[in-house]
């Protein structure tokens, strides 16, 4: 039955037509953001999941930060450890070269004063920013250094848990005080502190190795950071990103939906006129 009243295909056609232009509008959206889940209204769960790792992931870009300056911080002291066992190597073979009667021992002596002079200062200057691992306190109160070095979530909707590397300080101040080493007057006096300084090797070169495995700890922690950063960022792309060649095929089916839907329209409007022929 025709109606003049009511024109059910021009109707279908009109809801087909804005049913096109509604995914035409979305389609056009997603290929100018680049985001197929750019708000919650586009996909609650899925937004609601990449707001949270996103947040992760900019909490681990501040930890890659913080992993950095622990590097340098233990990279300074390490080269201080390093510096301060070739100083000490330099000292024993003083001490060895005294060992004999027939040499000077106050020139001597006064070379090993200017070297032990140049420890302590090593040890006082190898700060970063105010941190300093050779001594017995890193920064005058605390006896270790916290490195943040990951945020630990259980399950999606768990409260991060930071964790922390700690770096011991060496305390060289009280294990390698070197105004306890014996003064060289002869070859006896010599003697005793060569027993004096492989004691203080042996603690400089502790230290240095304790430094070198907590700058390897550090180092390899920051490169897992950097691995686990990108994975994560990858995770929120593949699930808001547009994929742009199936955005870019859907488009222009939706167009050539379009304008079938827009002659389909025409169509139907135009069928009422057709009546005016049954009453010639």
Same mark, same amino acid.
């Given at each position: ?46 937004? %609601? *999941?990449?707001? /949270?790792?996103?947040? $992760?992931?900019?909490?681990?870009? +501040? #930890? @890659?930060? =913080? ?101 011991? %300080? *060496?305390?060289? /101040?009280?294990?390698? $005080?070197?105004?306890?080493?014996? +003064? #060289? @007057?002869? =070859? ?93």
């Amino acid at each position: 039955m025709t109606s003049i009243l009511t024109n059910n295909g021009a109707m279908v056609a009109l809801q087909t037509l804005q049913s096109v232009n509604n995914d035409l509008t979305d389609a056009q959206n997603q290929i100018s953001t680049g985001k197929k889940v750019g708000s919650a209204s586009d996909n609650a769960a899925v937004w %609601a *999941i990449s707001k /949270t790792m996103e947040s $992760d992931v900019a909490g681990f870009e +501040a #930890i @890659s930060e =913080s992993l950095a300056v622990g590097e340098a911080t233990v990279a300074v002291a390490s080269a201080g450890a390093e510096q301060i066992v070739n100083t000490l190597t330099d000292i024993k073979e003083l001490i060895v070269s005294a060992q004999s009667e027939n040499v000077d021992h106050v020139k001597i002596q006064a070379d090993i004063t200017k070297k032990t002079e140049q420890i302590d200062a090593i040890m006082a200057a190898a700060q970063f920013n105010g941190v300093n691992l050779l001594l017995d306190t890193v920064d005058g109160t605390e006896s270790s250094l916290g490195v943040l070095a990951s945020l630990d979530r259980v399950g999606p909707t768990g409260t991060p848990t930071a964790t922390e590397i700690d770096i011991a %300080a *060496i305390d060289f /101040t009280s294990n390698l $005080d070197m105004s306890t080493l014996t +003064a #060289i @007057s002869d =070859s006896t006096t010599a003697a005793t502190a060569l027993d004096d300084i492989e004691a203080f090797l042996v603690t400089a070169i502790d230290g240095a190795a304790q430094l070198g495995s907590d700058a390897a700890r550090l180092s390899d922690q920051g490169e897992f950071v950097s691995k686990l950063t990108d994975a994560m960022k990858l995770g929120v792309s593949s699930m808001t990103d547009t994929d742009m060649e199936e955005a870019s095929a859907r488009l222009k089916a939706l167009q050539t939906q379009q304008s079938l839907a827009v002659q389909s329209l025409t169509i139907a409007n135009s069928a009422p006129s057709t009546l005016s022929q049954l009453f010639r």
